[in-house]
Each structure stands twice: as C-alpha cells, then as structure tokens.
C-alpha cells in the first residue's frame, strides 16, 4: 500500500529540503521519504497541477509520460484539506496549517499566516510563484513571492513560459508553479470529454518541456495536486464528498535524474 500524508507535510517538507525552519504554525509532519531520498537541495521547483487526482491519473496514465518518468520511482499520496478546493489546499501547501487555521476560503482573501515564501526570504533566499492572473496563486499566493509575473492571457502556455524564464534569468530558491487546464476542463467539459483528455496531455507536456530548464539549474522538483475530482452529471465535481477528490499524487526526482532526459 502506498503510504498516504497530509497537504498540511507539504510546507514543512519543501522546509526542511532547503535547509530552512518550517512556518510557524505549521502542524504536518515532514515526509521522511523525500528528504531521505533527496536531502538538502540549494534549489526547489513545485509544480502542481490542479485537479489532479490519483484517479484521473490512474485513468489517463498513457497521456502523462513525463509525469510516469518520475512516478515510475517515487510515488506518495497526499490528501487533501477540506474543503476541497484551491484555495484551501494552496494555503495549507504553502503554511503548513490546516484549514481552521489559515481560513482562507476564496482566492480573493488575505491570506495572514506565514508561508514558506517568508521563511525564504528570512532566510536571505529568493522565492518565485508563477500561475495564471486569475488563478490561485496568481491572486492569492504571488504577492509574497519575490518573483511573482503572472500570465495575462490566463493560459498555461504563458504560465509555463514565464517560469522558463524565471528559473533561467533569476534562479530562484524556490519555486511554485500552478497549472489550471485540467481543472477548467472538468469543469467545463467534464471528466470523460476530448477536452479533459487534451487538458491532461498538455499539463504533462508542459512539465516534460521544464526538465531542461530544472536540470540545467540543478533544482530537485516535486510534482503533486492540490485535489482531485468526481463526475457530476455531465461535468467534474470536488466538493469532497468522495475519496476521488481528496488522494492526490505527489512525486519527486533531484536534477540528475532530470539530466537523463532533458539534456
């Protein structure tokens, strides 16, 4: 059975791989796995793609070869906080608190519990957070990220080329990237639709096309979501009141493994 942690370890992990204090009210324990497999990384990438759970990528595992790159050796589950939306599990990603604690509900509200990038920055570090104009990071998470573009055109082709760039040209200590296809998708489409097919092979397309870009900079990356989802009538659902949407994936490689394949 594969080993299942809380969205609340994710803060306190990324924590400990940079050599840093975990925020200070964070409350997940630290997932032995990854900092025993991976140990002090100078540089972090986390990309996470919303909506995608265990089930959807158990379902559609022939469209994510590159995510299967990394998978295929190291693979946890990560469940969810309730409730089971974005911005909730952003918040709790980046504090390391659960959602009583940091009670953000919506994108739009001000977030007052200290995240990881704080942490970074006390630490001297640089930090980038990279997402849509309109998403989560963008409007909740960017501001306290010392590289904080976001993409106007509410693509993740821009999103994945900003970041390109970002890792390039400033090298930050850490990064996190926010991919939103497959959850617009779902939303719109549903579950089952051509467009959710082609969702999934463009966020996996976008991560493959990062490798060289992570590797060249030495980053270790982890790759997870923030939930999952269900089909509900003719479209996708995450209320929480299924196990589909709260296990997610969470994988991780350091650059060398990346080298094998990006250069």
Known sequence: MIKEY?????APTISKLLGIR???QSAGEIIVEIVDDMHRQEMLAAVVFDAF???TWKRYEKLTPNFNLIAQN????IRSVLPAKTPVNFATMVTGTPSDVHRIRDRSE???????FH?????SGKSAAIGRANSTVGILLSKFADYNDVAASDLDDEVFQIAARILEEKEPNFILMQLLDVDDAGHSFGLESD?????????????????PY???GGYGLMVLADHGAHQSGVKANHDGSVEDDMIVPLTWCNSDYLRKYAL
């Open 214 to 216: 992570l590797a060249k």
């Open 22 to 24: 975990p925020p200070s």
């Open 74 to 77: 190291n693979l946890l589950h």
């Open 53 to 55: 759970g265990i089930a």
């Open 110 to 116: 001000t977030l007052n519990v200290e995240t990881i």
């Open 119 to 123: 942490v970074i920055s006390e630490a």
């Open 195 to 211: 467009s959710f097919r082609t969702a999934i092979s463009d966020i996996d397309s976008h991560l493959g096309k990062l490798f």
């Open 6 to 10: 809380s969205m609340t370890s994710i």
